[in-house]
């Protein structure tokens, strides 16, 4: 088996069992900012028990905000509730369980594995001769 293959079939393992993503390794690192306007996002550190969110509120007149940082796992399926300038919020918690995985404006689906983007990047290191 040559040197790519062996890279290959490495990638491969790591990404199929998680351990290129895996937040085992420590604590969980997220964006923070809090309700104000504009969001300026801070790195922080989470505690063992939380993961990475979004919390955005809607108000009885249809006002939009929005908060980032770490939340408690048992919360982000939770409705929640938050007054900001004498207003008061509905919430809607969207978590996910990797460093700084909270920077969009709305979370998507995280993704599982970095496999596809390590791929890639080993195609255009060795000048595109990787997957042939």
């Not at 955005?56 to 007149?61: A, D, L, R, Y």
């Not at 008061?88 to 979370?107: F, R």
């Amino acid at each position: 088996m040559g040197t790519t293959s062996t890279f290959l079939c490495t990638l491969f393992f790591c990404g199929a069992v998680g351990l290129t993503t895996s937040p085992a390794q420590g604590r969980l690192h997220c964006y923070y900012c809090s309700f104000a306007k504009p969001c300026y996002p801070v790195p922080t550190e989470c505690q063992d028990d939380e993961a990475c969110g979004i919390s955005i509120g809607t108000s009885e007149q249809s006002e939009l905000i929005q908060r980032k940082g770490c939340l408690p796992r048992a919360q982000c399926l939770l409705p929640g509730h938050a007054t900001y300038w004498s207003r008061s919020y509905a919430l809607q918690h969207h978590c996910c369980d990797q460093d700084l995985c909270n920077m969009a404006t709305s979370l998507q689906q995280p993704r599982s594995s970095l496999l596809p983007t390590l791929l890639l990047m080993a195609s255009f290191t060795w000048g595109g001769h990787l997957l042939h």
